[in-house]
């Protein structure tokens, strides 16, 4: 039985990647099975927590400044609760720098949130522990509120590579799977609340090893093919992969499942060898081209986007052409680029900088190619027929709008009875960041 906290309200902010969404989701969960009602803003709620990223230094120092502007605005009483990975980086500094902060809690400790509640403990906690196989046990046990046609479903938490720039083996630990089981359980009680289109995610998703109930180890592309046979599931997508993990069984799904979605998102960080030698990313750039040309040739019409680190310590001009023309070469439907931010206890952190001014020309290069890429690609889909789930109304009146299974943005005309359908569309006008069309005849 779980203890009521009656009349009291929560409110969560998330920053940075899917998985702290699901870890929000999560928590969500666990206040309300708490009693708790959720809250559209801060200021009136009895528990406000900030689900934080470490990802670069600018996530970190807005952390700082919620937390300040919580502190001033927020009700009397108000418990405040930093979850995520600054907490999990930063407890102590959090502590001394914002010590009206209730609960500082991990990533992989989020389930300890229901132990609090329960007894009110909250007087300057910290609970940093990594404890997955917990977590996921815990998290089980509550009942979910999901209402959108589309959810995510951490499959595998951590990672094991160590790229010199990045947090994420610090903050989120070592590499852990969850069993095909656990995962296809919660997918079903999902499907039981309407989801059709999953989202499976991990920093390292094709990494993924998790056991059958014969205790064998199961690679990514096994956990799709149990999971597209379940009813209900109409999509399945996964992110975030690492080339080195991109294996044969999982490049051949793309050609062989038809849950499985069009659409890839494999970054390179880098088109430079030398700079992905600099990073530690254990592969080279024709490795990644080699991908590439064999995914294209089981699903020719695949969309791909990428991640892009500008400013790598040691990066040159030259490096930096190379990125351009690995980019020219592959052709993106969209990614993302970010200045290379020195985190604290990574093997790159003391490595000399680039000049920020050098960094921006390089970014707004690399952005103006990109943008150009994304427009040419929605382009050809001017006259052609895609397949949008509807999952919501659309910015204007009379319409709504949904995502194709090359996860484009598609806006149409319509009521929302049919919120939920996949529905054939024909693109009538394409903008940079989505598109827009009519329902067509089948
Ligand atoms: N596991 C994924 C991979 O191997 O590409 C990436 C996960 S990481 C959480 C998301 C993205 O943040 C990375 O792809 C990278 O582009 C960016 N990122 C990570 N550390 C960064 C840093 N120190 N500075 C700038 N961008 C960073
Ligand atoms: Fe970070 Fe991804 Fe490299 Fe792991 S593989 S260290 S999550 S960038």
Same mark, same amino acid.
């Given at each position: 039985?779980?203890?009521?906290?009656?009349?009291?309200?929560?409110?969560? *902010?998330?920053? @940075?990647?899917?998985?702290?969404?699901?870890?929000?989701?999560?928590? *969500?969960?666990?206040?309300?099975?708490?009693?708790?009602?959720?809250?559209?803003?801060?200021?009136?709620?009895?528990?406000?927590?900030?689900?934080?990223?470490?990802?670069?230094?600018?996530? /970190?120092?807005?952390?700082?400044?919620?937390?300040?502007?919580?502190?001033?605005?927020?009700?009397?009483?108000?418990?405040?609760?930093?979850? @995520?990975?600054?907490?999990?980086?930063?407890?102590?500094?959090?502590?001394?720098?914002?010590?009206? $902060?209730?609960?500082?809690?991990?990533?992989?400790?989020?389930?300890?949130?229901?132990?609090?509640?329960?007894?009110?403990?909250?007087?300057?906690?910290?609970?940093?522990?990594?404890?997955?196989?917990?977590?996921?046990?815990?998290?089980?046990?509550?009942?979910?509120?999901?209402?959108?046609?589309?959810?995510? $479903? /951490?499959?595998?938490?951590?990672?094991?590579?160590?790229?010199?720039?990045?947090?994420?083996?610090?903050?989120?630990?070592?590499?852990?799977?969850?069993?095909?089981?656990?995962?296809?359980?919660?997918?079903?009680?999902?499907?039981?609340?309407?989801?059709?289109?999953?989202?499976?995610?991990?920093?390292?998703?094709?990494?993924?090893?998790?056991?059958?109930t014969l205790g064998q180890s199961q690679s990514l592309a096994d956990l799709i093919n149990h999971i597209s046979l379940i009813n209900g599931v109409e999509r399945i997508t996964y992110s975030t992969s690492h080339p080195i993990n991109m294996t044969d069984d999982l490049i051949n799904l793309h050609g062989s499942n038809s849950k499985l979605m069009p659409y890839l998102h494999l970054p390179v960080q880098s088109g430079s060898d030398h700079v992905l030698k600099l990073?530690?990313?254990?592969?080279?750039?024709?490795?990644?081209?080699?991908?590439?040309?064999?995914?294209?040739? $089981?699903?020719?019409?695949?969309?791909?986007?990428?991640?892009?680190?500008?400013?790598?310590?040691?990066?040159?001009?030259?490096?930096?052409?190379?990125?351009?023309?690995?980019? *020219?070469?592959?052709?993106?439907?969209?990614?993302?680029?970010?200045?290379?931010?020195?985190?604290?206890? /990574?093997?790159?952190?003391?490595?000399?900088?680039?000049?920020?001014?050098?960094?921006?020309?390089?970014?707004?290069?690399?952005?103006?190619?990109?943008?150009?890429?994304?427009?040419?690609?929605?382009?050809?889909?001017?006259?052609?027929?895609?397949?949008?789930?509807?999952?919501?109304?659309?910015?204007?009146?009379?319409?709504?709008?949904?995502?194709?299974?090359?996860?484009?943005?598609?806006?149409?005309?319509?009521?929302?009875?049919?919120?939920? *359908?996949?529905?054939?569309?024909?693109? /009538?006008?394409?903008?940079?960041?989505?598109?827009?069309?009519?329902?067509?005849?089948?």
């Amino acid at each position: 039985m779980v203890s009521k906290v009656s009349q009291k309200s929560f409110f969560i *902010k998330t920053f @940075g990647c899917q998985m702290n969404v699901y870890d929000s989701d999560k928590m *969500k969960d666990i206040f309300i099975a708490n009693g708790l009602k959720e809250e559209t803003e801060f200021k009136s709620a009895d528990y406000v927590v900030l689900n934080t990223c470490h990802i670069r230094e600018k996530a /970190t120092e807005k952390t700082f400044s919620d937390l300040g502007k919580i502190n001033k605005k927020g009700k009397q009483d108000q418990k405040i609760i930093v979850a @995520g990975c600054v907490a999990q980086a930063e407890g102590e500094l959090i502590q001394k720098r914002a010590p009206y $902060v209730d609960l500082v809690i991990g990533p992989q400790s989020i389930h300890a949130l229901d132990r609090f509640l329960k007894k009110s403990e909250f007087e300057n906690t910290s609970i940093t522990e990594f404890d997955v196989i917990e977590k996921f046990d815990t998290l089980n046990q509550f009942k979910k509120n999901h209402s959108q046609k589309s959810a995510f $479903v /951490t499959i595998q938490e951590g990672c094991d590579k160590f790229c010199h720039f990045c947090v994420v083996p610090y903050t989120r630990g070592a590499e852990f799977s969850r069993t095909l089981d656990d995962i296809a359980n919660e997918i079903r009680s999902l499907v039981d609340l309407g989801v059709v289109e999953f989202s499976l995610l991990g920093q390292n998703v094709n990494a993924y090893h998790g056991h059958n109930t014969l205790g064998q180890s199961q690679s990514l592309a096994d956990l799709i093919n149990h999971i597209s046979l379940i009813n209900g599931v109409e999509r399945i997508t996964y992110s975030t992969s690492h080339p080195i993990n991109m294996t044969d069984d999982l490049i051949n799904l793309h050609g062989s499942n038809s849950k499985l979605m069009p659409y890839l998102h494999l970054p390179v960080q880098s088109g430079s060898d030398h700079v992905l030698k600099l990073m530690n990313r254990k592969h080279t750039r024709d490795f990644y081209f080699d991908i590439i040309e064999r995914v294209r040739k $089981v699903k020719p019409d695949i969309a791909l986007s990428s991640d892009f680190i500008i400013g790598f310590p040691g990066e040159t001009d030259q490096d930096f052409e190379d990125t351009l023309d690995l980019i *020219k070469r592959v052709k993106y439907m969209n990614s993302y680029s970010f200045k290379y931010s020195p985190r604290p206890g /990574t093997p790159a952190a003391d490595k000399e900088l680039i000049d920020d001014r050098i960094l921006d020309e390089r970014l707004n290069r690399l952005q103006d190619l990109i943008n150009q890429q994304q427009m040419e690609y929605n382009q050809q889909f001017v006259k052609k027929t895609v397949q949008v789930l509807i999952n919501g109304a659309g910015k204007h009146d009379g319409q709504v709008k949904g995502k194709s299974e090359f996860n484009q943005s598609v806006a149409i005309e319509g009521t929302q009875e049919i919120i939920g *359908k996949i529905i054939p569309v024909e693109i /009538t006008n394409v903008y940079r960041h989505s598109l827009v069309g009519k329902q067509a005849t089948l």
